[in-house]
T-cell receptor
């Protein structure tokens, strides 16, 4: 059974810092991995999707890497801003007959203070 | 651009009552998903439709839960004889390819 773990559970940083969020998964047979952002009481917004054959994806100040063999992904946020404060979730997709089923980590709660 | 729409946003019910939630996906998306999220946890997969066919159901979906997607458009999730343990945020998502687009969810509180 796939298990996804995110470290740290919570992170508080001053504005302007670069930071790294970590995600690990137990079964390396994944189809893709996605990073999502969730604001309190709201749904999820997809930030980056990395296919299993890719090593990284970038969007603006965000960069996500994937090391499938070691079961790890990182989300790097450059020059953090108070508006980045949210919960960040990673999710793996096994593909195949389980194509629609994402397995999520429990999230990292990020607070960026001015 | 209309995203995924869920109704209602909040539902408070008494234990033992039935509740029904609705999800309207992005119009061209053929895949629709239901997830459940409790406080401090990531979402857990419940079920998945491709067009009107329900292709996968989680073991979390007991026989009190039923989901439908008539004509491959909107979907409904019904919970019969609600229990306090059903209290959670119920999230719907849709996709055309791999990227999922989530709605804002329905927050269910069972008293």
């Amino acid at each position: 059974k796939q298990e996804v773990t995110q470290i740290p559970a919570a992170l508080s940083v001053p504005e302007g810092e670069n930071l790294v969020l970590n995600c690990s998964f137990t079964d390396s047979a994944i189809y893709n991995l996605q990073w999502f952002r969730q604001d309190p009481g709201k749904g999820l917004t997809s930030l980056l999707l990395i296919q299993s054959s890719q090593r990284e994806q970038t969007s603006g100040r965000l960069n996500a890497s994937l090391d499938k063999s070691s079961g790890r992904s990182t989300l790097y946020i450059a020059a953090s801003q108070p508006g980045d404060s949210a919960t960040y979730l990673c999710a793996v997709n096994a593909g195949g007959t389980s194509y629609g089923k994402l397995t999520f980590g429990q999230g990292t709660i990020l607070t960026v203070h001015p | 651009d209309t995203g995924v729409s869920q109704d209602p946003r909040h539902k408070i019910t008494k234990r033992g009552q039935n509740v029904t939630f609705r999800c309207d996906p992005i119009s061209e998306h053929n895949r629709l998903y239901w997830y459940r999220q409790t406080l401090g946890q990531g979402p857990e997969f419940l079920t998945y439709f491709q067009n009107e066919a329900q292709l996968e159901k989680s073991r979390l979906l007991s026989d009190r839960f039923s989901a439908e997607r008539p004509k491959g458009s909107f979907s409904t999730l019904e919970i019969q004889r609600t229990e306090q343990g059903d209290s959670a945020m119920y999230l719907c998502a849709s996709s055309l390819l791999e990227k999922l687009f989530f709605g804002s969810g329905t927050q269910l509180s069972v008293l």
